[in-house]
Nanobody
Framework: QVQLVESGGGLVQTGGSLRLSCAASGRTFSSYTMGWFRQAPGKEREFVARIMWSGSSTYYGDSVKGRFTISRDNAKSTVYLQMNSLKPEDTAVYYC????????????WGQGTQVTVSS
């Protein structure tokens, strides 16, 4: 069982930056693929980024590529999402997720943290 708790959301102006954190419980954190998703009001949940267990492989959604960076610290059981050059369309609730491998579904989810980008 893995529990995920996001933090770091807030209100920021266009062009600003935020760093989200996702703290995980469970002894097997280092073996999980971790991801970030977001959901804006009235829209479907959108994939943002994912990082493999070793941190050596990352993948981003087209809308955030070049602006967001996902990273992880297995010693701290924490995954991060550095968000730069934020735009109003980045406004959403951001969720952290975990899965055991790239072929398995995202099994564990956090409660989400709100990010609001003002124009």
């Amino acid at each position: 069982q893995v529990q995920l708790v996001e933090s770091g959301g807030g209100l920021v102006q266009t062009g600003g930056s935020l760093r989200l954190s996702c703290a995980a419980s469970g002894r097997t954190f280092s073996s999980y693929t971790m991801g970030w998703f977001r959901q804006a009001p009235g829209k479907e949940r959108e994939f943002v980024a994912r990082i493999m267990w070793s941190g050596s492989s990352t993948y981003y959604g087209d809308s955030v590529k070049g602006r967001f960076t996902i990273s992880r610290d297995n010693a701290k059981s924490t995954v991060y999402l550095q968000m730069n050059s934020l735009k109003p369309e980045d406004t959403a609730v951001y969720y952290c997720a975990a899965r055991t491998s790239s072929i398995n579904p995202w099994r564990y989810w956090g409660q989400g943290t709100q990010v609001t980008v003002s124009s």
